[in-house]
């Protein structure tokens, strides 16, 4: 009898230790569900702010995909409410998917172009002319540099991301005092910059370095934005990030594949960019046309091979 009261009190702390197994992992469901339906909620938000956005989706035909790197073309443009505009911001972010390395290739909006069935002029002025499509014809055209994809954002777009993704601000160490022509006073120092003072650091040209410090800037901007993107303290804004991101900005891509690739970037944790500027130092001179006005002139083979080495792909 003792012995039948002994083994029945020996089996009772297994179904007490159940029972907290239990518990904790319906906490653990309980969990998962309210952060889902919080992610969902903050989605939705993010895509109901986005519906009013009036860049269209263009027709664009990318290169074929050959191996795990993949080009995008990325462009901010300021259209003001105008039908056409020029493109402030061009960049080519070249991704690795393989190890998750990213570079960076800012070109100078006033490079002398061979345009595509038109006159030489600007780079900037292709978007111009006939969107997005003619100015990838035409860094193809220059460069052999193949191009995927492509994502385009407003300025005032822009401005509404970054309040999305960093509510607090993003800390950005402005080198100088800065307000002519951005819309906004900066002082020197380490600052939390909003959407718009971010926008206006990113665009500031009235110095001596001109365009070539605007340049340097954007990137720094991008490598900031890069950073909030990781933080663990904003993942809880990604979720009304990404829903905001399929209408503030326009790709190529459907809804379900941005998603996929922005997961995917996340997914592998720590992203490297490295960043470089076409064209590079010693490449180019400035030269005053009727048509164009002032522009610059580049040695296009020698900066094609430097794209060559720098992004690590063959070059047409």
């Not at 991008?222 to 909030?228: S, V, W, Y």
């Not at 804004?237 to 900005?249: E, M, S, T």
Request: proline share 3%.
């Amino acid at each position: 009898m003792e012995e039948q009261e002994y083994t029945r009190r020996s089996q009772r702390p297994p179904k007490r230790r159940l029972r907290k197994g239990r518990a904790f992992f319906t906490l653990l469901v309980l969990c998962v569900i309210v952060l889902a339906a919080y992610s969902v909620m903050q989605y939705r938000s993010g895509l109901k702010l986005a519906n009013a956005t009036n860049i269209a989706q263009e027709d664009f035909t990318g290169d074929t995909v050959a191996g795990d790197i993949e080009n995008y073309l990325i462009l901010g443009v300021d259209t003001r409410g105008e039908e056409k505009s020029r493109t402030d911001t061009m960049m080519v972010l070249s991704w690795n998917k393989a190890n998750n390395d990213m570079k960076l290739v800012s070109f100078m909006r006033d490079i002398y172009a061979d345009i595509p069935g038109y006159q030489s002029y600007k780079l900037n002025t292709a978007y111009y002319l006939d969107g997005v499509q003619l100015l990838k014809d035409t860094l193809t055209h220059m460069f052999g540099l193949p191009i995927h994809h492509y994502a385009l954002i407003d300025f005032k777009n822009f401005e509404a991301l970054v309040d999305i993704l960093a509510p607090n601000g993003v800390e950005m160490d402005v080198e100088k005092d800065m307000s002519e022509h951005i819309d906004v006073e900066l002082k020197q120092g380490v600052h939390h910059l909003n959407g718009k003072e971010l926008l206006g650091y990113a665009r500031f040209r009235q110095d001596e370095e001109g365009d070539f410090g605007r340049v340097a800037r954007q990137q720094k901007v991008i490598e900031a934005l890069k950073t909030e993107l990781l933080t663990p303290t904003n993942m809880l804004h990604l979720p009304k990030f990404i829903g905001a991101a399929q209408g503030y900005i326009t790709t190529d891509y459907s809804s379900a594949e941005e998603m996929k690739q922005v997961l995917k970037l996340l997914s592998k944790g720590k992203v490297n960019i490295e960043k470089a500027t076409i064209p590079i130092e010693g490449s180019y001179q400035f030269q005053n046309f009727s048509h164009a006005g002032d522009s610059i002139v580049i040695d296009i083979e020698q900066n094609k091979d430097f794209l060559r080495d720098f992004l690590g792909i063959p070059l047409e």
